[in-house]
């Protein structure tokens, strides 16, 4: 049996259709560098998707591959729940330093899902202990938040989760962030928070939001009261240009939700991270109502925050930041030249090293974004599409060739594949 086989045999692939697994030629990863996967079969791939979007520096980074290491030699994990651990500590006054939060605390989980969910009770239970419980929540159109129950209702349904429908609890759709604005103004005394996805919305195949809307929406939460919850899992930790994308649109969120690339795509783990003025509203008596009682088993594990730490030290140590912008650059200049003018491309979206293609195909069934990125994966760079749209998302430590060679394969994935 081939690898291939063995995999589609007992292996379940989220968000795909495992009848059509195979027949899509899916890459049996084996190993990495740098940017780069190696297959089964040694052949070897640029991850031009940063592994669906967790992968900042690369794989296998020495100093990152050392601080899991240095960790094991000390312990793999302890819990949360009442007691605590050096290096969680350690990670959270490192990160209380850089996050857009004033005052922040950090309840930390181990999925993108599992901190929206937290940050969802927290908002809730915020207005119960206050003695004012509101039960009205806003999420703009087009949103995507995770794929439990409650990050679902959040979100806004797509990728073919409108079955799920029945189990969703109801939350205030906003069409565009102008809209979420005049919801929060006139949400009354009902509205909970309000959840966005700052910038970028990643999974909505790269839609950008306004920075200017965004500012009065946090102006607007401001004023009413209404707890501005950013969802920064896509963005968070350089994607966008800067260490937290909440920064360019002058947004102080009452809670921020982390994931991702937390780790540096390392190991799972996620945060919610409270202001200040939210935290408080949870303190009272041992044992009291006013207590959070949620936490998850792996929640701050301590490889996984060890490598976090080593990750935000080389973030800067290493300048991350100034190569996505120079990359980001580099990128619009090539897309502008060499892609954005074909036949088959429409609009052309990049922020930092966050992007999305559109293709224009003349019918759905055609599954161009599917056969396109599925020629660049025979030309060595890995793509994965989100309908008809390209998404690109290279990793931070991207070089000046391979961010060439992603659009020179991408223009010649689309000239073979988009024929009218
Ligand atoms: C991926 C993502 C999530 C969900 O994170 P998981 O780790 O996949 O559960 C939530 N919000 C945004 C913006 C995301 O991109």
Redesign the pocket.
Known sequence: MTWVERDAAVVWHGFTQMAAYAENLPVIVEAGEGRELIDVAGNRYLDAISSL?VTTLGHRVPELDDAVRGQLDRIAHSTMLGNGNRVVIELSEALAAVVPVDGPHFLYAG????A?EQALKIAFQYWVNRGEPRTGFVGLGGA????TIG?LSLGDRGFGTTIFEPLLFPVRRAATVEDAVDAVLRGGDELAAVIV?PLVQ??NAMAMLDPGALADLGAACAETGVLLIC?E??TGFGRTGTLFASEQCGLRPDLL?L??GMSGGYLPL?ATVAADRVFRAFLGPDLSDRTLYHGHSYGGNALACAVALRHLQLLEEWDVLANVRAREAQLRAGLDEAVAPLAAVGDVRLRGLMGGVDLLAPRPDLRWGRRVCAAAVRRGVLLRPIGDTVILMAPLTLSAEEADRIVTVLRDAILEVCRP
Do not use: L, R
């Open positions: 979007w999925d993108g899902a599992t929206v995507y938040h995770g794929d990050a996805e990643a999974a969802d899992v896509a939700v994931g991702k996620s």
